[in-house]
């Protein structure tokens, strides 16, 4: 088929057609700054030491070399780790979705008395805190070191997060929840069956953001954890790369550690971001959208 007769008519004008010439070639160069280090680290995660060393690692792995992932994937602890990583991700992300989601509806509704205090205690938050040693011993005299909750009670409420889908939820339209109230509906009602199926593109987001956090994070893990068998996979790793640096600075063939030196950073790096580059192209499509409703007023 055709098209339409009106498009027919339409033609591209020669200034047009060279801002999308233009245009194309930009994005294109954008894509290739973006991925070029990733790539790079990919092929240097299957180069040999001496290859890295000497610079000759571009996009394509030298020398190819899997010592350190075989080091790695066949140590039972990291599996351990892995999965500690998996719940703790899982959990921190549900509990803090709970907790922002509650939070942002309530000091949403310009009806609820003290939403002014409440808003500013949520964003005092984001330039003040206790402090390393008192956020220490807070979690100490509450029972909670060497638990799953030192990492995911402390850090339950992003502020940038709750602020975001405050917005959000300010621009629904107040005439739903008015013909929800009409219907019978409480305020329980209305949240669960009509705003949040309404919210699922900011949802997406904040779970995207939450999980990516929990993810990476590992500060916490090990200022509250001292049993290796509780650590996220983000600390396995770090010690991972202590472990070969310390090797390498006291003396080249130091044990097999030493060997995979040079490379054990890029395939620490590489194991970390996988399972989050696996998971993105699944929520993408909400990405943009759902920021972008809870960041412009309408």
Known sequence: MGRPPAARGIQESRTYRAF?????????????????????IVAQSFSSEGAISSGQVNLWPRGFNVDTYRVVLGDDMFWTNYKNTVVYTVVATAVSMVLTTSFAYAISKKHLK??????????????????????????????????MWAIVLPNAISVFNLLVMKAFFENLPEELEEAAAIDGLTTYGTFFRIVLPLSKAVLATMVLFYAVSFWNSWFSAFLFLDRAELYPVTVYLRNMI??????????????????????????TMVLTVLPIVTLYPFIQKYFVSGVMLGAVKG
């Open 20 to 40: 999308r010439v233009v245009n194309a070639i930009v994005l294109l160069g954008v894509v290739a700054v973006t991925l070029y280090p990733f790539v790079n």
């Open 114 to 147: 003290g939403r002014t205090v409440l808003i500013g205690i949520a964003v005092f938050t984001m330039f003040f805190n206790g402090g390393l040693i008192p956020n220490y011993v807070l979690i100490n005299e509450l029972g909670m070191k060497n638990t």
């Open 242 to 267: 202590a472990g070969a640096s310390t090797a390498t600075s006291i003396g080249g063939g130091a044990g097999e550690l030493a060997q995979v030196a040079a490379n054990i950073q890029a395939v």
